[in-house]
């Protein structure tokens, strides 16, 4: 039982530990995104600004937070960079910029390409965009990280959401340099978010304290008016750095004024600025639905003229079909006169063809009945009386 209380005090002091440093991380991060916002506003930021060389710094650490190695056939683990974790998980995210980072021909390192993957997708506007469809895909994560990473932990969406406020800065970096190298090791500045403030009650400095134990131990050797003027001094030097530190805080009182002054002016700019969009756009839409109405009602209108038209053409037609009818009807006769005419029309047509046929029938009878000699005899005389008559001549 004895040797079991070390073990549960070493698994409760790793498991402090690793609470602490991701806690550390993420709010260093949410620190480093403010102090990029507040800087943002009076700079463009690229690789020149400290701020920014702090943040990059601080990602990489948190991407880099507990990250698992190439294990090789050996058996041996070999580092990985966390550029091949976003290389794979980030691959769904519609038009990414892998396939031209692993293009670069300045960039070779695996490190160096994860540099610049990070100043690209800053540029993009879509860091956070990257990193929460790369938190999605649980399996490749957890097929990079161990357990307790940041990126497995449920600080991993609000590492997402503070990272979206970085989608107001405007960047700009230049992928050729020594800020992509790869070489060097990403360390974290931690004194620009360090600050010890003493009390107002508190009227000694370190200074003053090192003063006073200074003096304590020489009192004992020195005459009484040494040690009233010692105290006087020590109590005018005490003055002189209150003086100072009021000055000091005076200053900085006179510059957070300033810096407020201008934050306001600027969100003011941007508060007037927005209201004339929303008054222009506003006025635009007036005029669209006015247009609108006006259009309706000219269509309407159109749509009355046709309709009438339509009517008018169909009353028109009908009338037309009514004294098409009516004047064929009066120019032909009735269906009894045409019976008449048509029975006496047959009728003279049966008698004219019944006269011919009695005509042709008689005249061959005749020629039947008379012999062909008296047709002779009746020829003769006549030639005859012909050739008597040219006699006589």
């Known amino acids: 039982m004895a040797s079991q209380h070390p073990v549960r005090n070493i ?17 260093v991060c949410r620190f ?41 056939w050996f058996g041996y683990e070999s580092p990985r960079s966390f550029w091949d974790y976003i290389k794979v998980a980030c691959n769904k995210v519609p038009h990414n910029c892998i396939r031209s980072i692993e293009s670069m021909e300045n960039v070779q390192s695996s490190r160096a390409k994860g540099r ?50 970085l989608n107001t800065i405007d960047f700009s970096f230049c992928l050729k340099g020594e800020a992509l190298d790869g ?12 600050k010890f403030v003493q009390s107002a009650d508190s009227i000694s400095s370190d200074e003053e304290e090192m003063r006073t134990m200074g ?20 109590e005018q030097s005490s003055l002189f750095s209150k003086c100072k530190r009021f000055e000091q805080k005076y200053r900085m009182a006179l510059e957070q004024k300033s810096y407020l002054e201008e934050l ?21 839409l007036t005029d669209a639905q006015l247009s609108h109405t006006m259009d309706k009602q000219q269509l309407d209108y159109i749509i009355l003229e046709l309709q009438d038209q339509l009517t008018m053409l169909k009353n028109n037609d009908l009338r037309s079909r009514r004294e098409l009818t009516a004047h064929l009807t009066n120019q032909w006769p009735s269906p009894h006169a045409l019976d008449t005419n ?6 003279l047509l049966y008698k004219k063809s019944i006269g011919q046929w009695e005509k042709s029938t008689s005249h061959s009878l005749k020629n039947l009945l008379e012999p062909p000699q008296f047709k002779h005899l009746e020829s003769q005389p006549s030639s005859a009386k012909l050739t008597h008559s040219d006699t006589s001549k």
Not at 11 to 27: D, F, I, K, M, P
Not at 215 to 234: H, L, Q, R, Y
Not at 265 to 284: D, K, P, T
């Open 116 to 165: 610049a993957w990070i100043r690209i997708v800053l540029m993009e506007k879509r860091l956070a965009e990257y990193i929460s469809s790369a938190l999605r895909d649980l399996r490749i994560t957890r097929r990079f990280y161990e357990d307790g990473a940041i990126m497995l932990g449920e600080e991993a969406a609000l590492l997402a959401d503070t990272l979206i406020g």
């Open 32 to 72: 480093s995104v403010k102090t990029l916002l507040d800087r943002s506003c009076f700079e463009t930021i690229d690789d020149s600004s400290p701020e920014f060389m702090n943040f990059v710094s601080i990602l990489e650490n948190i991407l880099c937070h507990k990250f698992k190695g190439q294990t090789t």
């Open 215 to 234: 003096s304590s131990g020489s009192e004992s050797s020195t005459p009484d008016k040494t040690a009233t003027a010692a105290s006087i001094f020590t």
């Open 183 to 194: 070489s060097c090791r990403a360390v974290i500045d931690y004194t620009p978010y360090l």
């Open 11 to 27: 698994q409760a002091s790793s498991g402090r530990s690793a609470a602490v440093e991701r806690r550390n991380l993420l709010t």
């Open 264 to 284: 306001v002016r600027l969100r003011e700019a941007q508060l007037s600025q927005a209201v004339s969009q929303n008054r222009a756009l506003e006025q635009s």
């Open 342 to 347: 048509a029975v006496a029309l047959d009728t």
